[in-house]
């Protein structure tokens, strides 16, 4: 299963289905289920303005949510598109994880590992 690493407190709203766009500077032809892994960074301007919308600690080097990747477009219309950015990925249906174990990220999209894909699927899916 193909998982995206996102900043919080991003990575959380999205789990929380806050947020349903996710900008990047590069597009992709996936579409379908998406892991969304918390990393290791954070927003900190953005979790002061989101605390009361995230879980507590916030949860860091962990899948928090599946999603649905289901579009991939130049322009849409939320709250969410960053101009700053060409692609906004429109995401549905998240799925939260609570409690899963601590895998590794990578940049652009990426294939849990083996180990990685058992810890996290055996929470349901």
Not at 53 to 66: K, L, M, S, T, W
Not at 82 to 102: T, Y
């Amino acid at each position: 299963m193909k998982a995206l690493t996102i900043k919080q407190p991003w990575a959380s709203l999205i789990a929380a289905g806050i947020k349903d766009v996710e900008n990047r500077s590069w597009p992709t032809l996936y579409r379908g289920p998406l892991l969304i892994h918390a990393g290791m960074g954070v927003d900190l301007e953005a979790l002061d303005e989101w605390w009361n919308a995230v879980p507590q600690p916030v949860p860091q080097g962990r899948v928090v949510a599946r999603v649905e990747l289901v579009a991939c477009v130049r322009k849409v219309r939320s709250r969410w598109v960053n101009r700053d950015f060409e692609w906004h990925w429109i995401l549905r249906d998240p799925q939260p994880v609570r409690g899963a174990p601590q895998v590794r990220g990578r940049q652009r999209l990426f294939e849990l590992t083996p180990v990685g894909r058992e810890r996290v699927t055996s929470r349901g899916w």
